[in-house]
C-alpha cells in the first residue's frame, strides 16, 4: 500500500537532504541495519501482535474474569499472609529475560508450523490426553507398588499364575491393543 502525499519541489528537495543526513549518522545507519538483521523476528512479533489486537475483546474478557476469580479465591482463602510483591515482580523479570532466549523458538515453530502439526496428529486432542493422563496415573501408582509390595516373578509358571490377577489380564489387554494398532498403523504407511 502506497500513501502519496503533496509534492511542492522545495518540500521534496528538503526532505530528501534530511533523509540522508540522517542516514549518513552512523548510529542511525546501524539500527538500520541491525533492523534489517532481524526482519524475521519482527514479523514474528508483528504477526502476533496482529494476533493479540484481534483477539483483545477475548483476552480482555478473560482477563476480567481471571482477577474475579482470583478475588473470589482471595475471599474465600481469608489469609492474614500478604502478598509477595518482590518476589512477584522478581518472577515477572525473571521472565521477561527469558523471552529473548525464546524467540529462536518461538520463531522455528512459526515457521514450520509445528503447534499445527502437533494439533493435525491428534496428540494433543482431548481423548489422547485423557489416555496419557491414565496411563501416568498408572505409572506413578505402579511404580510406589513395586516398591512397597512388589510381585515377584521366579519363572514361566509363576507369570502364567499372574494372568489370572483381573487387573494385570486388563492392562495386557491394554497394552496387546495399543501394540495392535501400532502393526496396523506401520503396515498402512509401508
Not at 476469580?69 to 525473571?94: E, F, H, N, Q, Y
Not at 522455528?108 to 496419557?132: C, F, N, Q, T
Amino acid at each position: 500500500m502506497t500513501h502519496s502525499l503533496p509534492e511542492s519541489p522545495a518540500t521534496t528537495s528538503a526532505e530528501l537532504t534530511a533523509l540522508v543526513e540522517r542516514l549518513e549518522d552512523p548510529r542511525v545507519a546501524a539500527g538500520l541495519q541491525n533492523l534489517l538483521d532481524h526482519v524475521d523476528l519482527l514479523a514474528v512479533l508483528v504477526i502476533g501482535l496482529d494476533g493479540f489486537i484481534g483477539r483483545s475483546e477475548v483476552i480482555g474478557d478473560a482477563l476480567v474474569d481471571s482477577v474475579s476469580d482470583m478475588r473470589l479465591l482471595a475471599d474465600g482463602a481469608k489469609t492474614s499472609a500478604p502478598i509477595d510483591v518482590a518476589a512477584t515482580v522478581s518472577s515477572l523479570l525473571a521472565l521477561s529475560s527469558a523471552l529473548p532466549k525464546l524467540t529462536p523458538t518461538l520463531t522455528r515453530v512459526a515457521d514450520e508450523d509445528l503447534l499445527g502439526g502437533m494439533l493435525d496428529s491428534g496428540i494433543v486432542s482431548a481423548e489422547s490426553l485423557a489416555h496419557i493422563g491414565m496411563l501416568a496415573t498408572a505409572v506413578n501408582e505402579g511404580a510406589a507398588q513395586a516398591v512397597s509390595e512388589p510381585i515377584e516373578i521366579k519363572g514361566a509358571i509363576s507369570m502364567y499364575r499372574q494372568l489370572k490377577d483381573p487387573d494385570i489380564a486388563r492392562g495386557l489387554g491394554y497394552t496387546l491393543s495399543i501394540l495392535k494398532a501400532v502393526g496396523h498403523q506401520l503396515a498402512s504407511d509401508n
